[in-house]
Nanobody, 122 residues
Framework: VQLQASGGGLVQPGGSLRLSCAAS????????ISWFRQAPGKEREGVLC????????YFQDSVKGRFTISRDNAQNTMYLQMNSLRPEDTAVYYC????????????????WGQGTLVTVSS
C-alpha cells in the first residue's frame, strides 16, 4: 500500500490549490481515505475524508465551504480542492488510510503519504 501526495506550494491568501493523493498497490475506492494537516508547532489534525461510498466528511468547521474532496476511480487518485485559502491553512498536508470503510479523524492510520507543504502567504 502506497500513497503519494502532491500539489502543494506557495499561494496568496484567497487563492486556490488542488492536492492529489495517488494510490498504488490497492484500490482506493474501496476504502475511506483522509486528508490530515500539521501546522508548525501544532498537532496533526484531520481535515476531510471520503468514504468507500464516496461521501465526504469534514473534520474541521473552518474548511467547510472552502475545501472539497473528490476521487477519480480511473486514476486511483483522491483530490483535495482548496479555495479561499487563509494563512492559517498553512501546513504540511498528508493523505492517509487504515483500509477501513468509515471516516474517522483518528491519526492512528496505518498508511501515510509523505506530505506536501502548503504555504499561504502574501
Amino acid at each position: 500500500v502506497q500513497l503519494q501526495a502532491s500539489g502543494g506550494g506557495l499561494v496568496q491568501p484567497g487563492g486556490s490549490l488542488r492536492l492529489s493523493c495517488a494510490a498504488s498497490e490497492f484500490t482506493l475506492l474501496y476504502y475511506a481515505i483522509s486528508w490530515f494537516r500539521q501546522a508548525p508547532g501544532k498537532e496533526r489534525e484531520g481535515v476531510l475524508c471520503i468514504s468507500n461510498s464516496g461521501a465526504g466528511t469534514y473534520f474541521q468547521d473552518s474548511v467547510k465551504g472552502r475545501f472539497t474532496i473528490s476521487r477519480d476511480n480511473a486514476q486511483n487518485t483522491m483530490y483535495l480542492q482548496m479555495n479561499s485559502l487563509r494563512p492559517e491553512d498553512t501546513a504540511v498536508y498528508y493523505c492517509a488510510t487504515d483500509l477501513g470503510f468509515r471516516c474517522t479523524a483518528s491519526t492512528a492510520k496505518e498508511y501515510w503519504g509523505q506530505g506536501t507543504l502548503v504555504t499561504v502567504s502574501s
